[in-house]
């Protein structure tokens, strides 16, 4: 876990700028990456501390508010600026969002091929141009029910064959973010959407997580805008 901790770390202190060219974030989705800036310090701790994969899980409180995106966007960025191995998986098996993105197939899924003794890579596609990336679905759409006492296992091979699994998981306020099993996660990531969710939405689902034995390192202020009075655009 040392290289995502470096490379999280040194990814973090580069501007834009400085950065090489195979480093520099897109800038053309600059705001979803300075959104995730404010994870990465707790990321590279918690990795450097862990002496093992991590297994993340990325949610929000009510669907819609940008969890896939977020999650899609911290494997690529941490798949790319260290030479470490990171598994996406999306676990939202009602909407399959990420698979969607990544062209996965979503009739069986990891846990299928896990349950029936096989190797839980030949559900699995590689992101292009992206050779350290692998996404697939955690349940598909032909998939029996999810049993919960299953997941702590099934983090432990995540833990053992990747240095980072992030869990793209339904939104907080749905009983099948619970099947889940939080507390067997290294962290929880909550996802916020700006000016959407009143505070006491956000305390409820921080409670909510947090009954349940999960680890909330941190949350993602998501589509935040930044209001600058007229008189001071003319002054630019």
Same mark, same amino acid.
């Given at each position: 876990? /040392? ?10 202190? &580069?501007?834009? @700028? ?7 974030? @897109?800038?053309?989705?600059? $705001? ?6 404010? #994870?990465?310090?707790? #990321?590279?701790?918690?990795? &450097? ?8 899980? *990325? #949610? ?7 969890? /896939?995106?977020?999650?899609?966007? *911290? ?12 598994? =996406? ?12 993105? *990544? ?14 003794? @096989?190797?839980? %890579? ?26 919960? &006492?299953?997941?702590? /296992?099934?983090? %432990?091979? !995540?833990?053992? &064959? +990747?240095? =980072?699994?992030?869990?793209?998981? $339904?939104? #907080? !306020?749905?009983?099948?973010? *619970? ?27 921080? /409670? ?13 202020? @998501? ?7 007229? !008189?001071? +655009?003319?002054?630019?």
């Amino acid at each position: 876990m /040392s290289k995502i901790y470096e490379a999280l770390r040194r990814h973090e202190n &580069k501007s834009a @700028n400085s950065a090489t060219p195979a480093e520099r974030p @897109n800038l053309s989705r600059g $705001p979803i990456v300075r959104a995730l800036e404010s #994870v990465y310090p707790i #990321v590279y701790r918690l990795a &450097k501390d862990a002496g093992h994969g991590l297994v993340l899980q *990325f #949610v929000a409180a009510s669907p819609g508010e940008g969890a /896939s995106t977020l999650s899609s966007e *911290f494997a690529l960025i941490a798949a790319r600026v260290a030479d470490s191995r990171v598994l =996406l998986v999306d676990a939202d098996r009602t909407q399959l969002t990420t698979a969607a993105t *990544f062209g996965c197939p979503t009739e069986l899924g990891i846990y299928d091929q896990v349950q029936a003794g @096989n190797p839980l %890579e030949q559900r699995l596609v590689t992101a292009p141009d992206n050779p350290q990336l692998q996404i697939g679905v955690l349940c598909g759409q032909r998939s029996p029910p999810l049993s919960r &006492k299953a997941m702590p /296992s099934l983090y %432990e091979q !995540f833990r053992a &064959k +990747y240095d =980072l699994t992030i869990i793209d998981c $339904p939104a #907080v !306020f749905s009983d099948r973010y *619970f099947e889940l099993s939080p507390e067997a996660a290294d962290g929880v990531v909550l996802i916020v959407q700006a000016e959407r969710n009143r505070p006491e939405i956000i305390r409820q689902a921080q /409670s909510l997580i947090e009954n349940a034995g999960g680890k909330l390192i941190g949350a993602i202020l @998501n589509r935040r805008h930044t209001y600058i009075p007229d !008189f001071i +655009y003319r002054l630019l």
